[in-house]
């Protein structure tokens, strides 16, 4: 009978005030520095229930489990111990179910897990040099295993002696190998210093010999073309004074009406626009492919090449009934 009560008792779920008074004898344990004893008692109270008015609630495992595991956090139980006390030694039953509330949302907010928010920790970008050097020696370490690693594989093929012999050589040509990685690492790292002190190349600008006005057929009459190229070739200026003599040759076809100018039209579209009727078609698309040849193919002409082309211009100019 007495063993039956003693179980009953031992069953029956604690009352605030009791569950308060066991955690206030954990906290006075941890505070002696007493984490066994502590880790004990949050053990055997975590196994209880406890009556919070109308309603069981269990120990408040965020505060009792780290206890019970030896690494405790002291803040959250005496949260939980400042919480209970808020309610009074004898609270009432509406007193019990605001305290109950107040555990609960005390629960949710702690989380299963231990330990605070973390932010985002602010990492300065490394310069561009210590990058650089933390790849290259990352770049080193990693041959030098590998070559150790070879090494390694290579003395295991030979008998003991022979084997430290590859040793002690595989010691001295890993240092020759550092030293070769070291000197590759200073030449890098001067030539990154040399490309960004040396100021950017200035190109030369070309100065334009030749005046945008010598581009534009239309730029000049017929005879200012041919002007033009003698000009030029006094300068001894072939190249130009032909390209000069092939836009005197344009500009006459413009004025006799057997060629009408169109913007972006090539060379050749206006010689398969002349009619086949006209005689000196063939010798048009013969000097346009010689224009050709001398403007777009060679960086200079010769004055060979210039009185030929000039002479079969002349006679070109000379059929359409050329005016000076």
């Known amino acids: 009978m007495i063993a039956a009560l003693l179980a009953a008792l031992l069953a029956a779920p604690l009352g605030l005030p009791a569950y308060r008074a066991r955690l206030e004898k954990i906290d006075a344990l941890l505070l002696a520095g007493d984490r066994a004893r502590a880790a004990s008692a949050a053990q055997k109270l975590l196994g209880e229930k406890v009556q919070a008015g109308e309603e069981e609630i269990v120990p408040a495992a965020w505060a009792l489990e780290p206890i019970a595991r030896g690494d405790p956090h002291r803040s959250r139980l005496r949260g939980l111990i400042d919480g209970l006390a808020q309610g009074g030694s004898a609270p009432s039953p509406a007193a019990d179910r605001k305290l109950l509330e107040a555990l609960r ?9 231990a330990g605070g928010k973390i932010d985002p920790l602010a990492a300065p970008e490394l310069p561009f040099f210590e990058q650089l050097l933390s790849s290259l020696g ?22 003991t002696g022979t084997a430290r012999q590859l040793g002690l050589a595989s010691s001295r040509i890993t240092g020759l190998v550092l030293i070769g990685v070291g000197l590759i690492v200073v030449l890098v790292v001067a030539l990154a210093v040399l490309s960004r002190a040396r100021p950017p190349p200035v190109l030369a600008v070309r100065s334009r010999s030749v005046p945008e ?17 003698r000009d030029l070739a ?12 092939y836009h005197a040759l344009l500009v006459h076809c413009y004025g006799a009406g ?44 010769t ?8 002479t079969g211009t002349g006679e070109i100019l000379g059929a359409l009934g050329r005016r000076t």
């Open 105 to 113: 949302r005390a629960q949710d907010a702690a989380g299963p897990a």
């Open 138 to 159: 990352t770049a080193a370490r990693w041959i030098v295993s590998r070559f150790g690693d070879l090494w390694n594989w290579l003395a295991g093929l030979f008998p």
């Open 213 to 229: 006005k010598d581009e534009d057929p239309l730029s000049r009459s017929a005879g200012g073309w041919e002007a033009r190229a």
């Open 234 to 245: 006094a300068q001894g200026r072939a190249r130009e004074a032909i390209r000069a003599w």
């Open 258 to 301: 057997v060629l009408h100018y169109r913007r972006g039209r090539t060379n050749w579209e206006y010689a398969h626009a002349l009619s086949p009727s006209l005689l000196w078609r063939p010798r048009f698309e013969e000097l346009t492919r010689w224009f050709d040849l001398e403007w777009y193919g060679r960086a200079e002409s």
């Open 303 to 310: 004055p060979a090449a210039l009185e030929a082309f000039s």
